[in-house]
C-alpha cells in the first residue's frame, strides 16, 4: 500500500507555480491576484479561507479577503461581486460555500464573470468542462486529477466508483475521470443515495472515490484487494486530546481499508491539500490567459 501524499505533491504544485509566477513577472506580467468573499463565521468555512490566502502569499500571489457579517442583505453580496468582476486587477473570485442559508447559492455564483470563475462553480464553466472544452475545473477534482496524474496511476480502461454527486466533487470528477485525457478513460459508476448495492458497486471498482462527507463510511468489506481509494471526506468530530477540540475525519475507514489498497489518500494531508494547489493553478491560469 502506497500513500497518496497531498503533502508533497501540493508542494511541488506550489513550487512550480511560485517559479512560474517569478517568470511571468520578469516578463512585464502583473502579479496574479485572488479575491475571496467570506459570508458570516462558520468555523470550517474560515479556516479554509484563511489557509487559501496563506497560501496565495506562499507562491507570490496578491489575495483580497472580503469578510461580511451573516445578516447582510443579497444586495450588498451582489454588488461586492460586481465590483471584483470590474476590477482589472482582481484575476479570480471565489465565494466560500455554504453561504447563509437566506441566500441563494446558485443566484451568487452565476454573478461571477465566468472568466474569474477560479472555483469553477459557474454553470458556464461546468458546462465547458462537460463537452471537454478548457475551463476552470472545480478546485478538488482537479486536485484528484493532479495526484493521479503525479503518481502515475494507471486509470485507462478501469472502472471508477465515484460516490456523491454533488456539483461541486462527485458530478465533475465523474466527468474528468471519464474524458479522453490521461489521467482519464474510466469506465464510471456515479453512486449517490437512491444507489442500490452500493457495495457490490465498489467491490468492482478498480477506483473508488469518496465524496459523501459521512466519516468512516467507505469499510474494508466494500474494497477489493488493490484498489485505488481517493477520500474526499473533511468532517470535523469532536475530539478532547486536540488544541482544537476537534479531528478532521475521511470518509474512509483507513485503518481498515488502506491494508487492502494499492494506493490510498490520507486525511488530513491527503485531497484537502490538493484543492488548494488546484485552487492557485485555475488563478495563474486566469492571471496569464488574458
Ligand atoms: N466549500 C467547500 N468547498 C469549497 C470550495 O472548493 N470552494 C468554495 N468556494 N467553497 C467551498
Redesign the pocket.
Known amino acids: 500500500m502506497k500513500i497518496l501524499d497531498g503533502k508533497v505533491v501540493s508542494q511541488a504544485v506550489k513550487d512550480d507555480l511560485k517559479a512560474s509566477t517569478v517568470a511571468w513577472k520578469e516578463k512585464g506580467g502583473k502579479t496574479p491576484h485572488l479575491a ?1 468573499i467570506l459570508v458570516g463565521s462558520d468555523g ?2 474560515e479556516t ?2 484563511a489557509s487559501k490566502i496563506k497560501n496565495c502569499e506562499e507562491v507570490g500571489f496578491k489575495s483580497t479577503l472580503l469578510r461580511f457579517e451573516a445578516g447582510i442583505e443579497e444586495q450588498e453580496l451582489i454588488a461586492a461581486i460586481e465590483q471584483l468582476n470590474n476590477d482589472a486587477d482582481v484575476d479570480g473570485i ?5 453561504l447563509p442559508k437566506h441566500f441563494n447559492e446558485e443566484k451568487v455564483i452565476n454573478l461571477i464573470d465566468p472568466e474569474k470563475d477560479v ?1 469553477g ?1 459557474h454553470p458556464i464553466s461546468l458546462g465547458r468542462l462537460v463537452q471537454g472544452l478548457p475551463t476552470f475545473v ?3 477534482p482537479y486536485g484528484i486529477m493532479l495526484l493521479l496524474k503525479h503518481y502515475n496511476i494507471e486509470t485507462a480502461g478501469k472502472h471508477a466508483v465515484v460516490i456523491g454527486r454533488s456539483n ?2 462527485g458530478r465533475p470528477m465523474s466527468i474528468l475521470l471519464s474524458q479522453n485525457t490521461n489521467p482519464g478513460n474510466c469506465t464510471v459508476t456515479l453512486c449517490h443515495s437512491k444507489t442500490q448495492n452500493l457495495k457490490d458497486l465498489c467491490l468492482q471498482a478498480d477506483i473508488i472515490v469518496a465524496a459523501l462527507g459521512k466519516v468512516s463510511f467507505l469499510t474494508a468489506d466494500m474494497v477489493k484487494e488493490n484498489a485505488v481509494v481517493i477520500d474526499v471526506g473533511i468532517t470535523r468530530v469532536a475530539d478532547a486530546t486536540k488544541k482544537s477540540g476537534f479531528a478532521i475525519k475521511g470518509d474512509v475507514d483507513f485503518e481498515n481499508v488502506a491494508p487492502k489498497c494499492s494506493y490510498i489518500t490520507p486525511v488530513p494531508g491527503g485531497v484537502g491539500l490538493m ?1 488548494i494547489a488546484a ?1 492557485l493553478t485555475n488563478t495563474f491560469a486566469a492571471c496569464t490567459r488574458k
Open positions: 475571496a470550517a468555512s479554509y479561507v471565489l465565494v466560500q460555500l455554504p472555483d462553480f472545480s478546485a478538488t461541486i466533487v484543492t485552487l
